[in-house]
C-alpha cells in the first residue's frame, strides 16, 4: 500500500512540474513580461518546496553536527546552518555543480 502511495504522490509531482514548465513556456512564447514570468515561477517554486515539504519534511534553520575525525576524536560542530554545511564540509569534497 505504502509503494503505491509513494508511486501516486510520484506522478502527482511529476505531473505538477509538467503543467508548471508547460505554463511557464505559454508565457514565454506569448512574450509575457520577464517580471512577470519571474513572479509565476516563484509562486511556482513556493508550491514546489510546500509539496516536498510536507512528503520529506521542512529542512531545520541550523542543526548540530557531531562526529569523529580521523584521529578518532569526537568533534561538535553546533548552530551551523545547512548551506553553510555543505559550502564548508561537503562542497570542498565533493562539488554538486561539477556533477551536474
Same mark, same amino acid.
Given at each position: 500500500?505504502?509503494?503505491?502511495?509513494? @508511486?501516486?504522490?510520484?506522478?502527482?509531482?511529476? #505531473?505538477?512540474?509538467?503543467? &508548471?514548465? *508547460?505554463?511557464?513556456?505559454?508565457? +514565454?512564447? %506569448?512574450?509575457?513580461?520577464?517580471?512577470?514570468?519571474?513572479?509565476?515561477?516563484?509562486?511556482?517554486?513556493?508550491?514546489?518546496?510546500?509539496?516536498?515539504?510536507? @512528503?520529506?519534511?521542512?529542512?531545520?534553520?541550523? #542543526?548540530?553536527?557531531?562526529? &569523529?575525525? *580521523?584521529?578518532?576524536?569526537?568533534? +561538535?560542530? %553546533?548552530?551551523?546552518?545547512?548551506?553553510?554545511?555543505?559550502?564548508?564540509?561537503?562542497?570542498?569534497?565533493?562539488?554538486?555543480?561539477?556533477?551536474?
Amino acid at each position: 500500500m505504502q509503494i503505491l502511495l509513494s @508511486c501516486w504522490l510520484a506522478n502527482k509531482f511529476f #505531473f505538477q512540474l509538467r503543467e &508548471y514548465a *508547460k505554463y511557464l513556456a505559454d508565457m +514565454v512564447a %506569448e512574450e509575457v513580461d520577464s517580471a512577470k514570468i519571474q513572479a509565476k515561477v516563484e509562486e511556482f517554486m513556493g508550491h514546489i518546496y510546500r509539496f516536498i515539504g510536507i @512528503c520529506l519534511g521542512i529542512p531545520p534553520k541550523t #542543526f548540530t553536527w557531531e562526529y &569523529y575525525d *580521523k584521529s578518532k576524536q569526537y568533534c +561538535v560542530v %553546533e548552530n551551523i546552518k545547512p548551506i553553510d554545511f555543505y559550502e564548508t564540509m561537503v562542497k570542498p569534497l565533493y562539488n554538486v555543480e561539477n556533477k551536474v
